[in-house]
């Protein structure tokens, strides 16, 4: 295991981390901490399932609003 953590000293951070957020929480912060991990993870990478759409949205409102832009009002 990385850093010289083994079963026996993982087991007693669990058991710590229990007594202290209770049983109720810990899922919680192990959901968090994972989606932190991953988005840290594409953040580096550089990959990310929303990179591809968001072009696609602020180019298609860039195009609206240089056509409100561009047509004269009527008054």
Known sequence: MP????LPEMLIVLVIAL???GPKRLPDLGR???SGMREFKDSITGSSKDDDDE???LTAAR???SDDAVRPTHS
Request: overall charge negative.
């Open 19 to 21: 007594v202290v957020f």
């Open 32 to 34: 968090s901490l994972g």
């Open 55 to 57: 072009p696609s949205k």
């Open 3 to 6: 850093l010289g953590i083994g």
């Open 63 to 65: 195009a609206e609003d």
